[in-house]
């Protein structure tokens, strides 16, 4: 995976923001300068998941922390936890869930592997009309659309679906998420299937969120609380 960092001005906490499939660091920077408070953390943000592995300067960095806290959205819950972190404190999860091929957990199969088999620039336009449903005409919007190719995105969806379904996924985490917040009007993850995935894990129902979570929240402070 891809990590960079968003601030980096020397605090105590760190926040990792695992972002979703296909996407890049504008959506981490745009959070991070729309807030309406100042965040407590140095910020990272993961993403392209072509290798799960977590990049060894970033595990490093990690150990000079007091705290690491991590927020992952959609496919970047899955890529979380088994992205080999260690010391994670509070953990949410946005619109995903630990189990993202799966008829009544996640995504259903069905849907997964045809988006995968036929991802293309005019897919993938169809697609955000989806993600960002009740948002499309938002002047935001170019200010966090991922800026990486459509052929890149399929690369990483292929190799998603490669370790979702074999052993090239990795151990499991020893850490759960603390929370879970499920988008109502979620057409990627369906909301039903959130719930059930999240069974027994504090959730979080905002009825008018769809797959893009983010214009809903005032930061990342709000996320965490």
Not at 192 to 207: K, P, S, Y
Request: charged share 25%.
């Amino acid at each position: 995976m891809k990590a960079e960092w968003i601030v980096r001005d020397g605090r105590q906490d760190l926040l990792l923001f695992f972002n979703g499939w296909g996407m890049d660091r504008r959506t981490a920077e745009w959070m991070a300068s729309a807030a309406q408070a100042p965040s407590r953390h140095d910020l990272v943000v993961a993403y392209d998941y072509r290798d799960i592995a977590l990049p060894e300067w970033l595990r490093a960095e990690m150990e000079k922390y007091r705290s690491v806290q991590l927020v992952a959205w959609s496919l970047g819950v899955w890529a979380a936890l088994h992205a080999g972190l260690e010391g994670i404190g509070r953990a949410v999860a946005i619109n995903g869930t630990p189990f993202p091929v799966d008829p009544t957990r996640g995504i259903p199969p069905v849907i997964f592997q045809g988006t995968l088999d036929n991802w293309s620039d005019a897919t993938r336009n169809r697609f955000e009309r989806r993600m960002f449903a009740g948002s499309e005409h938002d002047v935001r919007l170019d200010a966090v659309r991922s800026l990486r190719s459509s052929a890149e995105q399929k690369e990483e969806l292929r190799s998603i679906a490669v370790a979702v379904g074999g052993e090239d996924a990795g151990q499991a985490s020893s850490w759960s998420f603390s929370k879970a917040v499920i988008g109502g009007r979620d057409l990627v993850f369906p909301p039903e299937n959130q719930h059930v995935a999240w069974r027994g894990t504090d959730t979080v129902l905002i009825g008018e969120m769809p797959h893009f979570p983010f214009f809903h929240h005032a930061g990342w402070e709000e996320i965490l609380s």
